[in-house]
């Protein structure tokens, strides 16, 4: 079941809270050093926003925001990965409607999301039988805030998690789905849970 639809994602006020009071106790004081700590509050709490969104009615969307920076073959399959800036919205969604199997975490590295290494890196598989979403740390990025567990039955565009500070999120799609299919190409920019990266041509 989806989550209610806050303005911001889970953990939001936890990152930002201390660095905003803090900064305002110090301005009086230290009035350069209070204000980059009230920016800093500030823009961790605007990363953590959680914008509605309207999925469409067909096709696999997107993930998350940002650009696509991984296109390609895993043996049957075609892997999408989204990279997101630092600027995009964090919250990530399910590409299409399924049931979740398994939600596994993999501890590993801490490389730049948009390098080939980031593949080692730590993340959370979340397997939907028929595809599959990746949450992948980065290396600044290194808490992974999944929303679903095994069992749960998941609409298009429902929000499934979100990364504090990072970083990339991949859909592994269905054998059915090749690279004919897709709707995107690497370096082009998208939105999660409105931007179908691929059209289903079970539907």
Known sequence: ??????????????????????????????????????????????????????PPESGFVAPADGSVSVIRDEGDRV???????????????????????????????NRPAFSKDSDRNERVDIDCGAYEVSLIAGWFARRIHPYVEAGEELDRGERIGHISFGSRADVLLPERVEHGDLRVREGEAVRAGETVVAVDSAE
């Open 79 to 109: 892997r999408v990965g989204v990279f997101m800036n630092v600027t995009d919205v964090h919250v990530n969604r399910a590409p299409a409607a399924g049931t979740v199997e398994s939600v596994t975490h993999r501890p590993g590295a």
């Open 1 to 54: 079941m989806d989550l209610p639809g806050p303005s911001l994602a889970p953990g939001a006020l936890r990152y930002g809270a201390p660095p905003l009071l803090v900064g305002f106790l110090l301005t009086p004081f230290s009035g350069p050093i209070g204000l980059g700590l009230v920016a800093l509050g500030i823009g961790t709490i605007l990363f953590h926003r959680d914008p509605e969104r309207q």
